[in-house]
């Protein structure tokens, strides 16, 4: 289907040609404003994931630096192993972090689509079906 309309006001220009897919049944789902808001800020946690990769990568790096290398003073062992312990925690606590902050976003997005039942979507893709000959 295509429309063109024409606007009287402005004669000179090209007219705009509209190209419209006829879809068979459209699903509206309704967002409290507190659900839009977590919506808004979205994979914000993946600040968190992002860092919680980089301090594993650095703890892992001087865990490999500790196990090749031979260290003159003891004082740069102590802080490589200081560098590998607080890799490590701040890693895991940033990881917990993101996958609290993931699985949360992850339920509103089911709860607004649970508030149309699976049923009632498929009776509606069953009744709006055009018909075969």
Known sequence: MSYTPENPKYPE???????RG???SVSL???KENELEILEHGDSNGVYLNFAI???SLAFSAIATIATATFNKPIYQTLFLIVIVVGILLGLILL???NKGRKALQQVIVTI?????PD????AD???????Q
């Open 96 to 98: 917990l972090i993101w």
């Open 126 to 132: 069953k009744t709006n079906l055009p018909k075969t």
């Open 29 to 31: 789902y309704e967002v």
């Open 120 to 123: 009632a979507l498929m009776q």
């Open 113 to 117: 689509k649970n508030r149309i039942p």
């Open 22 to 24: 006829r879809v068979n």
């Open 54 to 56: 980089f301090l594993f």
């Open 13 to 19: 220009e090209t007219p705009l040609e509209v190209k």
